[in-house]
């Protein structure tokens, strides 16, 4: 199974709102607004499903987060680190990390690399910081559905 449908899999039944897969064109608008190429993994996810439903949807049973807490961002809400939080994580290339998740509400956010051909994920919590967790977006996944203690920090 490919990284998409991992995550389509695991998500199955929970009380989420998944959002139905980014088309080409907006996938290609991302790239160019931003000046990046997707990694395959990270291209596959998006193919698959476009984050969550950013809403609180109590009468549907449809949530924002998923049982663990974790909220993916819809392709339109990932951004460069360094545009999160007012602006207050700088480290090294931060401007290449892209913000793709957070968990319970920002105690942390989850970005991946961009624009070179490995999509390294780091933790983004404390300002100056990065955590690495995953040299590749498909292996935080792996990390992620396993609830490994390497997601969150540890």
Request: hydrophobic letters at 35%; proline letters at 6%.
């Amino acid at each position: 199974m490919t990284v998409g449908e991992r995550l389509i899999a695991y998500w199955k039944d929970q009380p989420i709102g998944v959002r139905p897969p980014v088309d080409g064109g907006s996938l290609r608008d991302f790239e160019r607004r931003y000046g990046v190429t997707l990694p395959d993994d990270v291209r596959d996810y998006y193919e698959h499903a476009d984050g969550f439903e950013q809403i609180f949807d109590s009468e549907n049973a449809r949530y924002y987060q998923d049982k663990k807490g974790f909220n993916f961002y819809p392709l339109s809400k990932v951004v460069p680190v360094d545009q999160v939080q007012d602006g207050n994580f700088s480290f090294p290339r931060s401007n290449h990390y892209y913000v793709f998740a957070d968990y319970l509400d920002w105690c942390w956010g989850y970005a991946f690399l961009l624009g070179s051909a490995a999509s390294t994920v780091v933790l983004v919590g404390e300002p100056d910081k990065p955590v690495l967790v995953a040299e590749t977006f498909e292996k935080f996944v792996d990390l992620y559905i396993t609830d490994d203690k390497a997601i969150y920090g540890g």
